[in-house]
């Protein structure tokens, strides 16, 4: 039976409780280090969608807010 669709939140390069993860000590040092992140994983496991990082956690809430309530948005498609 699948599961319902829900967000992951992570720290970039960082493990749950603030450890850096070894399998992503490449990311020391660049940009988006230590910046949070988010994607929207579907009912059987596989990422939908992801976010830009943010450098603060409360930034990337309100951003993950605002999707989980877009229910009705307009789908646009655009040239480019």
Avoid: C
Avoid at 13 to 30: D, E, I, T, Y
Avoid at 48 to 69: C, F, L, Q, W
């Amino acid at each position: 039976m699948a599961g319902k669709p829900h967000f992951e939140v992570y720290r970039e390069g960082m493990k749950p409780g603030g450890q850096r993860s070894l399998s992503n000590a490449f990311l020391a040092g660049s940009l988006t280090d230590g910046q949070w992140r988010w994607r929207l994983v579907g009912g059987n496991g596989e990422p939908m969608a992801h976010g830009e990082s943010y450098p603060d956690k409360d930034s990337m809430m309100r951003t993950i807010v605002i999707i989980a309530n877009l229910g009705g948005a307009e789908i646009l498609e655009v040239n480019g």
